[in-house]
């Protein structure tokens, strides 16, 4: 039997709430959160890709943000010491694009602002260089997307009632 998973799903997941014990638990031997914003750039940062952004319009944003989402939705929706890393490297892209639907908005602000960054710097073994570093990325994330909700600049919700795919 099947199951779908779809985005709506994975953001609204109680589980994903950052006071989920895994996200505590000592991660070693995963990716760090300077490689998946060194990836997105790249991957998300090509002229091609850049074109095609340019030319569509707020719903292929959102609709695109699903692909960005499903390319790996095990690591935006299983509660791990990655979800906090897999979040804030694609939110930072998301700010970058000047695109953040409504939707991710919400969740990306609700996770960050209730994420014990202290237990997650001990848990993943930050110094206080990266540490800080991971502060600051989340500051200046939840601020831009403050600043585009209070602007009215978020970009339409994430569509779930076609997408999804099919988890064995």
Known sequence: MSVKI?????????????????????????????????Y???????EHFLEAWRIFNSEDRSDHVWWMLNEN???FSQPSGRLPIFWLALAKRLVLLNHVPRNVAN?????????DVNRFAIARRLNSHQKIGFLDDIDEVVRAIEAMKDEGRLGPDIRDVDWGISDQ
């Open 40 to 46: 997105y750039s790249e991957l998300y940062g090509i």
């Open 6 to 38: 779809g985005v709506l799903t994975l953001l609204e997941n109680p589980r994903l709430k950052a006071a989920a014990d895994e996200i505590y638990e000592e991660c070693l031997g995963s990716f760090a959160y300077e490689e998946l914003t060194r």
């Open 107 to 115: 969740f990306v602000l609700e996770f960050f602002c209730s994420l």
């Open 73 to 75: 939705l095990k690591g």
